[in-house]
């Protein structure tokens, strides 16, 4: 089983990031995806959902308006396009696939908006 996210980077306040994680080794197609930040010192923030089918789309406050949460089942990818970057945004983003099953987390991606 895999989870491993890309796309992580240095971007300047304002600025765009398309995360992705590309799985493997379990059937993606049934598993809820999460996207989670951890912001230096503090814990795992869930800021982004998906369902299973993709119709069901949910954010944290602090992202709502500006993130967008997506998924490929045929390629067993999940999105997250960040756009108007801050540095409170600034952090290392973990995608998290669940179901009533085993869950499994990705290894993290680091991102850091500064100018």
């Known amino acids: 089983v895999q989870l491993v996210e890309s796309g992580g980077g240095l971007v300047q306040p304002g600025g765009s990031l398309r995360l992705s994680c590309a799985a493997s080794g379990f059937p993606f197609s049934n598993y809820d995806l999460s996207w989670y930040r951890q912001a230096p010192g503090k814990g795992r923030e869930l800021i982004a959902h998906?369902?299973?089918?993709?119709?069901?789309?949910n954010y944290s406050d602090s992202v709502k308006g500006r993130f967008t949460i997506s998924r490929d089942n045929a390629e067993n990818t999940t999105y997250l396009q960040m756009n108007s970057l801050n540095p409170e945004d600034t952090g290392v983003y973990f995608c998290?696939?669940?179901?009533?099953?085993?869950?499994?987390w990705g290894q993290g991606t680091q991102v850091t908006v500064s100018s």
């Open positions: 998290y696939a669940h179901s009533e099953g085993p869950a499994y």
């Open positions: 998906i369902s299973a089918s993709g119709r069901i789309t």
